[in-house]
């Protein structure tokens, strides 16, 4: 595992990924920190897995606590299911601190999200 540390930037955000992910953690920031929007970070990954500039693996975990401040927080884990979709995983692609949930149905980025304390 490897663990990114909060930067300088607004908001309080630290991740732990497989060791073969870091290159696309380290993408995923970069766009972050270029200033693009979810939607833009999504399409842009996505393309360049399917370009075959880095891959995802099914199953594969990242830990990851995201907040306004480190005192409120929210531990999210997230699990890789590449290309599923709400119905192939059985969820909801509502955002929900409460229940699993899946983001970026549809892509080769598709992640089940599930929130903790």
């Known amino acids: 595992m490897i663990c990114m540390a909060d930067t300088p930037a ?4 630290v991740s732990c990924h497989h060791n073969d992910d870091d290159a696309n953690a380290l993408r995923f920031w970069e766009l972050v920190a270029a200033g693009k929007s979810a939607e833009e970070i999504r399409d842009i990954l996505s393309a360049e897995v399917k370009e075959g500039k880095f ?6 975990v990242t830990y ?13 884990m997230s699990v890789a299911v590449p290309n599923a979709t709400a119905e192939s995983a059985g969820l909801s692609t ?8 899946l983001m970026w149905a549809g892509t080769p980025l ?4 599930l929130p903790g304390q």
Request: proline share 9%; net charge positive.
């Open 55 to 60: 891959k995802v693996a099914a199953g594969r």
């Open 64 to 76: 990851s606590l995201y907040g306004p401040f480190q005192s409120s927080a929210i531990v999210l």
């Open 94 to 101: 509502k955002m929900d601190h409460f229940r699993p949930w």
């Open 110 to 113: 598709a992640h089940i999200m």
């Open 10 to 13: 607004p908001g309080f955000a």
